[in-house]
Structure formats: structure tokens, C-alpha cells
């Protein structure tokens, strides 16, 4: 899940939970946009943690040679 995935299911979440008014026989939306907003936030947690890993090792490391002065 992307960060922009995570976003969209923490806006859908908060939809549901706070503007819709309608009802639906056998599911509560409240809940459904808590469940929505709660897997965002993890997904956005997981995804900043990886993007941090992945951005914390892009220094490249030079390897240096050296000759063998008898070749």
C-alpha cells in the first residue's frame, strides 16, 4: 500500500464516519470509516517507515582499486 492508497482510505474513512447520514440494513458506516481511517494510518505508518529505510541507504559507497605495480 502506497502513500497515496493510504491517504485515500483515511479520506474515504473520515467520509463515511463523519458526512454520511444515510443507513444501510446490516452495516454500520460509522464503523466501516473507522476501520477505513484505522488500516490508513497503519499503511501510512508502514509506508513513511520504508520510504525512510529505503532513502537512508542511498549513499553509495566508493570501492577503491589499486593497481598490482608487478602486472
Known amino acids: 500500500m502506497g502513500l497515496g492508497t493510504s ?3 483515511i479520506a474515504l474513512g473520515a467520509i463515511f464516519k463523519f458526512a454520511v447520514t444515510a443507513s444501510v440494513s446490516g452495516i454500520e458506516l460509522a464503523t466501516l470509516g473507522v476501520i477505513l481511517m484505522v ?3 497503519l499503511g501510512l ?4 517507515m520504508l520510504h525512510m529505510q529505503a532513502n537512508r541507504g542511498g549513499v ?7 593497481r598490482d605495480p608487478y602486472c
Open 7 to 9: 491517504i485515500f482510505l
Open 45 to 48: 505508518i508502514v509506508s513513511l
Open 60 to 66: 553509495a559507497r566508493e570501492r577503491v582499486v589499486e
Open 39 to 41: 488500516v490508513g494510518g
